[in-house]
T-cell receptor, first 119, second 113 residues
Framework: GAVVSQHPSRVICKSGTSVKIECRSL??????MFWYRQFPKQSLMLMAT?????????EQGVEKDKFLINHASLTLSTLTVTSAHPEDSSFYIC???????????????FGEGSRLTVL | AQSVAQPEDQVNVAEGNPLTVKCTYS??????LFWYVQYPNRGLQFLLK??????LVKGSYGFEAEFNKSQTSFHLKKPSALVSDSALYFC???????????FGAGTQVVVTP
């Protein structure tokens, strides 16, 4: 199956610092990657859609200057939480769709998630 | 607009008994339907999908789901639950291959020995 690697799995930082989370598709090329945020015992909230080589599309209410997304290649997307504050503490999950014969197979493949704690 | 509903916050079942997790959806076009499972502090694992074809879809770990167009449902089932099936289950829908995936609220499954 397709593997998506997310790093780091846990990060603790001080308020005001920036944190970068990486999402890599290890054995396939991902045309599109998605970044989600999940609060405890809640569903996933889509933050942004990231296409390789172009600017990310952010969902309504998500600050693009706070959550910087870069999709530099077909296997790597990064999410940078800038000037993090305690309210940014959350579980962040990335996912990717697989490029197959010019289309997609439909399902998303998810990373293991990154637990961010801002002190 | 697309939406998905999981009416049960939690499902409790004894080990060895059948497990059903309910999901209904609403899309404007043909639905692409998915089930994912999430263990604590982990990402989501793909279980199965319905795109087209046979209404009964078989997936990973002995799970299956039945697409019912008239009832707009896609319930997840397992004939005999295991304690290790205890996890959070998400139903998801998109209305085309490239559309955004809309997740349900999730259903916590608790399987007791």
């Amino acid at each position: 199956g397709a593997v998506v690697s997310q790093h780091p799995s846990r990060v603790i930082c001080k308020s005001g610092t920036s944190v970068k989370i990486e999402c890599r598709s290890l054995d396939f090329q991902a045309t599109t990657m998605f970044w989600y945020r999940q609060f405890p015992k809640q569903s996933l909230m889509l933050m942004a859609t990231s296409n390789e080589g172009s600017k990310a599309t952010y969902e309504q209410g998500v600050e693009k200057d706070k959550f910087l997304i870069n999709h530099a290649s077909l296997t790597l997307s990064t999410l940078t939480v800038t000037s993090a504050h305690p309210e940014d503490s959350s579980f962040y999950i990335c996912s990717a769709t697989r490029l197959a014969g010019g289309g997609t197979t439909g399902e998303l493949f998810f990373g293991e998630g990154s637990r961010l704690t801002v002190l | 607009a697309q939406s998905v509903a999981q009416p049960e916050d939690q499902v409790n079942v004894a080990e060895g008994n059948p497990l059903t997790v309910k999901c209904t959806y609403s899309v404007s076009g043909n639905p692409y339907l998915f089930w994912y499972v999430q263990y604590p502090n982990r990402g989501l694992q793909f279980l199965l999908k319905y795109i087209t074809g046979d209404n009964l879809v078989k997936g990973s770990y002995g799970f299956e789901a039945e697409f019912n167009k008239s009832q707009t449902s896609f319930h997840l089932k397992k004939p005999s639950a295991l304690v290790s099936d205890s996890a959070l289950y998400f139903c998801a829908v998109r209305d085309d291959s490239w559309g955004k995936l809309q997740f349900g609220a999730g259903t916590q499954v608790v399987v007791t020995p």
